[in-house]
């Protein structure tokens, strides 16, 4: 089945960078929508990014990110990806890389700590 594998998630002070990178397998990955969510501590896991299938023309952001979080993907490496700058607190989260086929896939969540 889809297997999904994050990484690049820590801690970093606010106004900070973090890149997350998604590697996937077992999947045509240049057909497949990507997702990132996110999910804070007592909170509801919300959609933070998504990018379209084949070349990625297609991105939307939820607008507590927008114009500090980018979406990309490299479908020659299997890989997407998400460039976060100008972090903030609010941010803290557990990361989560998603596709949906016939079923959803998430991979295992990487953790971003904004904090001073």
């Known amino acids: 089945q889809v297997q999904l594998v994050e990484s690049g998630g820590g801690l970093v002070q606010p106004g900070g960078s973090l890149r997350l990178s998604c590697a996937a397998s077992?999947?045509?990955?240049?057909?497949?929508?990507m997702n990132w969510y996110r999910q804070a501590p007592g909170k509801e896991r919300e959609l933070v990014a998504s990018?379209?299938?084949?070349?990625?023309?297609?991105?939307t952001y939820a607008d507590s990110v927008k114009g500090r979080f980018t979406i990309s993907r490299d479908n020659a490496k299997n890989s997407v990806y998400l460039q976060m700058n100008s972090l903030k607190p609010e941010d803290t989260a557990v990361y989560y890389c998603?596709?949906?086929?016939?079923?959803?896939?998430w991979g295992q969540g990487t953790q971003v700590t904004v904090s001073s």
């Open positions: 998603h596709t949906k086929t016939r079923y959803d896939y």
């Open positions: 990018i379209s299938s084949g070349s990625g023309g297609t991105t």
């Open positions: 077992r999947i045509i990955f240049s057909l497949a929508g």
